[in-house]
């Protein structure tokens, strides 16, 4: 025997609808992907070495999507070589440096850098042995407080060792610098070479049209000469003629005469 179908129960007006609003469904949508959370990032040297009373930069430099506040504010901390805690020994904040009064370093730290350059690195003067180990930068630019910090690893050495990485780049800049040097010495005997060949083709090119005009140049003065002899020709024949006549007309009258 057949069943008829259950009629589903009517909801109750007024009631809330289980089906997630449409409304909703974009707003979570566009804070997840059209204003996605970013995160500051903060940049140091992955290790400094140092000698014993010298002094030595420690960098520290941040990367974030708010413009710098002006309740910005660096922290430094310490962590001594094989030591599992670390302290503080520098902060800065609402443009003021402080410095620890508790530790080694609270007479040797100098402030040296800038929020407006996104800059916040410090100096240690009169390094020992006992400064080995790993520095932490903390940075926080309000709104912008998410992030990860940055670790440097200070080496305290009697001499600073020359690193390998120094020489290799070093050797490299040397054989490309010769290279370059090279290149530019052949391309100026190059072009001096072209340019003589240029001129001496230059200059047989005007003495082969020297040789073709001076036979056209002789003939013009060959036929400009020839009706100047055949007018001298002329003029002696005449003058000639004349003292001839001028001579039988003496010859004449001399006869006359006697």
């Known amino acids: 025997m057949l069943r008829a179908p259950v009629p589903a129960p009517a909801m109750a007006p007024g009631a809330p609808s289980s089906s997630p609003s449409p409304i909703l469904a974009v707003l979570l949508f566009s804070s997840l992907v059209l204003y996605p959370a970013q995160a500051i990032v903060v940049y140091t040297d992955r290790e400094v070495h140092g000698a014993v009373g010298s002094r030595v930069t420690l960098h520290c430099s941040f990367w974030s999507s708010e413009w710098v506040s002006d309740d910005i504010s660096f922290t430094w901390r310490y962590q001594p070589e094989g ?10 904040a609402k443009g003021q440096p402080y410095i620890d009064e508790v ?3 609270k007479e040797r730290i100098q402030w040296v850098g800038d929020p ?3 800059d916040g690195s410090i100096v240690i003067h009169n390094l020992d042995y006992s400064d080995n180990g790993t520095f932490t930068c903390d940075v926080k630019n309000p709104p912008d407080i998410v992030g990860k910090t940055s670790q440097v690893t200070l080496y305290v050495f009697e001499k600073v060792p020359t690193r390998y990485g120094v020489v290799l780049g070093a050797v490299i800049g040397g054989v490309l610098g010769v290279v370059l ?4 010495v052949f391309y100026v005997v190059r072009y001096c ?6 001129a001496l083709q230059r200059r047989l090119s005007a003495m ?3 040789k073709l005009h001076k036979p056209a140049k002789d003939s013009s003065k ?3 000469q020839t009706p100047v002899l055949y007018a001298m020709l002329d003029h002696s024949r005449s003058t000639k003629a004349a003292s001839e006549k001028k001579a039988k007309g003496l010859g004449e009258s001399r006869k006359d005469k006697k």
């Open 222 to 224: 060959r036929g400009r």
């Open 116 to 118: 407006r350059w996104k």
């Open 181 to 184: 040097l090279l290149l530019l």
């Open 103 to 105: 530790g080694t370093f």
């Open 193 to 198: 070479w072209l340019r003589r060949q240029a």
């Open 208 to 210: 082969e049209k020297g």
């Open 83 to 92: 030591g599992r805690d670390a302290i503080s020994i520098f902060h800065y």
